[in-house]
């Protein structure tokens, strides 16, 4: 597949969450948690907001590697990078939601606000969504009654270098 074609299939995919799971490392295992996804960039690169002082700011001092994963019932995306901890008033303020007040009462200038980025690698994705899916309960179907292994085209799953 075309680089450019597995991004833009990748963007797809990941472009309708709103949330994702951040995987990061601890000292000894590695830690998920679900995070709202302030800003997605076409380049997969992605904005978190966190407080400054929380366990996951430790962690990525320690090791910046982590996983953003995406899932829904036909669309599933997995995207390895690293982060970095901002405290970029400038961009808080651009990139502020008013529901981040649930965590930051004192608003968008609460000093305790910090923006994670992540920085996209590489990624990997598997889309049975709209047409995909009827194209994947087709060739599933297929599949079954001629008693073949069912064979996935690079529109529906494929890794991809960021």
Known sequence: MDTKDGRNNLYEVVNDF?????VTHTAN??????????RLDDGMGAYLVTDINSIKVDEISVNPQAILT???????????????????R??????WKEAWKLWFPD??????????????HEGEYWDNGGMQGL????????????????????????KVRL
Not at 29 to 38: E, G, L, Q, Y
Not at 90 to 95: A, P, S, Y
Request: no cysteine.
């Open 18 to 22: 709103d949330v994702a799971m951040l």
């Open 29 to 38: 295992t590695m830690h998920a948690r679900p995070m709202a996804i302030a």
């Open 70 to 88: 995406f899932q829904s019932a036909r669309r599933f995306a997995s995207v390895r990078g690293e982060l970095t901890v901002l405290s970029d």
């Open 90 to 95: 400038q961009l808080i303020e651009k990139l």
């Open 107 to 120: 608003g968008k200038s609460d000093p305790n606000i910090a923006l994670l980025k992540f920085t996209a």
């Open 135 to 158: 194209k994947y309960v087709y060739d599933a179907a297929k599949a079954y009654m001629t008693g073949e292994t069912l064979k996935t085209d690079d529109a529906q799953h494929a």
